[in-house]
């Protein structure tokens, strides 16, 4: 039987949308496009995120330029109900897809959003970003607990 931190295949379960100190964080993407349209782009394997190549980001934070992937927290993450990981439902319900086919992913098998949420987690999975300089309403509402 599978656990909320355990894929079908018996693997940890991904977060796509991890901080770069959280235990196992590896940088899932680089963030592109502009402000108004950031466009996360995978890399062709998630890379640990060393202390040196995380200072080269500043003068701003890591996670405005990368996106970081880590074993899911479950409990731990204010996002997490017990079974379902809330961020994903609102993501899915609030944000417009940004493409039309599946990105290439190295995680989706192991993907929290990917498990709870599937294709229409995808679709949209470019357009997140970890850290928005602007946020604007849907945003905050997007990315706030409940």
Known sequence: MRSCTTSAGGETVLCPSAQPDMPGSMILGIVQGTVEEPRMIHLTHPQPGSPELLALTAPVSPTE???????????GCRHFDGSNCRLAQRIVKMQEPV???LPIC???LRCRWWLQEGRAACQRCPG??????TPDEKTYRMAAPD
């Open 99 to 101: 493409a039309e086919t």
């Open 65 to 75: 330029v990368f996106r970081f992937t880590a074993p899911c927290a479950a409990m």
């Open 128 to 133: 997140i970003v970890t850290e928005v300089v």
């Open 106 to 108: 190295q995680i989706r």
